[in-house]
């Protein structure tokens, strides 16, 4: 029971997100008489236009034009028209059809003009392919979308591919459908083909479709295996690369590389840093200064082939060359600093605290053991004997005759 309810719903609302592209086309034949070509149908998927004709005629003339004017024509030999892959025409801004016979003035113009409040179709489309595989699409809801309205993203690859919902979205406010995520996206040489519908209580929702060539919108991951080698004399290096990953393309001929290579002695000074752009995948860095430390980078886009055209995702920063050690400098500076400073400030609190005689008083003389004298020496060495007052008396003696 609840099988049969689920499919009844699911089969109601697929009618329901592909009703804009199973409207009637409206048809207006030549007034001069009632046109015998009738029941005209548009196969949007297979691109096919077919109508029924009441009379056999051996050659007819059908025409598409979109609402830029734009127009594509062809002749066919039978009531079926099919428009090349090479005809994207959005349908949402509307689509005319116009079959004719030839050498006569019979003629049917239809029109198929899609349905809904205007101002109610998202807005802001756009995609972007990342890391070779994987795909973001992302959109705003219309200004005049209802409260209730929920989008949903249908997309075809190619055109032997089916059309599939998306898996993964991206909820924005009151969870409506911002976004969708992509997994295991392939590149085609064919546009891939994008419509977002949407559905609410209240009012009928514009549908937008759009064509992209799913090559533009890749964003290109960086080269691969980068390597530098460098000589002695002349001094030179050598420098090797492959291209970056992708799913639909291998040559390296397809490529364009940008090589950017900076003096890390003064990375801000343009005039040494160097930037060319190249074909292959080697390059020749002439006047390498072996003193020197360099940093390479190298990115890649798109030349002569189905490829973005706009420049890829940098390689990792490699160094090379011989950057000039200044750290054994600026460790003996320090040292040299540190020492001046330390003694200047012993100096200055030795000056302001301390006397140098007090610190640097006599140190005593030890006892020599070997000529050792006794208590009373050393007591007479050091007593000195007071002087003594005394009067000399002279006596003469005389010798007589």
Same mark, same amino acid.
Request: aromatic letters at 12%; a neutral charge; charged letters at 25%.
């Given at each position: 029971? $609840?099988? %049969?309810? +689920? ?17 009637? %086309? ?20 297979? &691109? ?49 059809? %116009? ?13 198929? !003009? ?9 807005? @802001? ?14 959109? =705003?809801?219309? &200004? ?11 997309? =075809? ?26 997994? *295991?996206?392939?590149? #085609? ?7 977002? !519908? ?17 090559? /533009? ?7 691969? !295996?980068?390597?530098? @080698? ?16 992708? *799913?639909?393309?291998?040559?390296? +001929? ?5 090589? *950017? ?7 801000? #000074? /343009?005039?040494? @840093? ?11 860095? =002439?006047?390498? @200064? ?60 030795? /000056?302001?605290?301390?006397? $140098?005689?007090?610190? $640097? ?5 030890? &006892? ?23 009067? #000399?008396?002279?006596?003469?003696? #005389?010798?007589?005759?």
């Amino acid at each position: 029971m $609840f099988d %049969i309810l +689920g499919l009844i719903c699911m089969i109601w609302w697929c009618m329901m997100l592909f009703h804009p592209l199973h409207a009637e %086309i409206q048809c207006m034949g030549s007034k001069a008489q009632e046109s015998p070509i009738t029941n005209v149908k548009m196969n949007w998927i297979k &691109r096919e236009l077919s109508w029924e004709s009441s009379k056999n005629f051996s050659k007819y003339r059908c025409t598409i034009m979109d609402s830029r004017r734009a127009s594509l024509q062809k002749e066919v030999y039978s009531p079926l028209c099919t428009f090349p892959v090479e005809v994207y025409m959005p349908l949402h801004k509307g689509i005319t059809f %116009i079959i004719e016979v030839p050498n006569t003035n019979i003629s049917e113009k239809c029109t198929f !003009n899609p349905g809904g409040t205007t101002g109610s179709a998202i807005a @802001n489309f756009s995609c972007v392919i990342y890391n070779v595989s994987l795909m973001n699409c992302t959109w =705003q809801a219309g &200004r005049d979308a209802p409260e209730d309205t929920q989008y949903y993203l249908y997309w =075809q690859n190619s055109r032997d591919d089916d059309q599939v919902e998306c898996e993964i979205y991206i909820k924005g406010e009151n969870g409506r459908n911002v976004g969708c995520r992509f997994k *295991n996206v392939r590149i #085609e040489i064919e546009k891939a083909y994008f419509l977002v !519908n949407g559905s609410s209580k209240d009012s009928l929702i514009e549908f937008y479709d759009e064509y992209i060539d799913l090559y /533009k919108i890749e964003i290109l991951t960086p080269p691969l !295996n980068v390597t530098v @080698n460098c000589t002695g004399g002349p001094a030179s290096c050598r420098i090797t690369w492959q291209p970056p990953r992708t *799913n639909h393309v291998g040559k390296a +001929g397809c490529f364009q590389f940008q090589i *950017n290579i900076q003096n890390k002695d003064d990375p801000t #000074e /343009k005039k040494k @840093n160097l930037t060319v752009q190249v074909r292959d995948t080697t390059y020749e860095f =002439q006047n390498y @200064n072996e003193k020197k430390k360099y940093i390479l980078k190298i990115r890649a886009r798109g030349k002569y082939c189905p490829v973005s055209s706009n420049w890829g995702e940098w390689s990792e920063p490699i160094e090379f060359g011989q950057e000039k050690d200044h750290f054994i400098f600026v460790i003996l500076f320090l040292i040299a600093l540190g020492t001046i400073s330390v003694t200047l400030l012993q100096y200055c609190l030795f /000056k302001r605290y301390c006397s $140098f005689k007090s610190i $640097f008083s006599p140190v005593p003389q030890p &006892r020599d053991k070997f000529n050792v004298s006794t208590d009373e020496d050393i007591q007479t060495e050091h007593i000195i004997p007071p002087k003594k007052s005394c009067t #000399e008396e002279i006596t003469t003696v #005389e010798e007589m005759t």
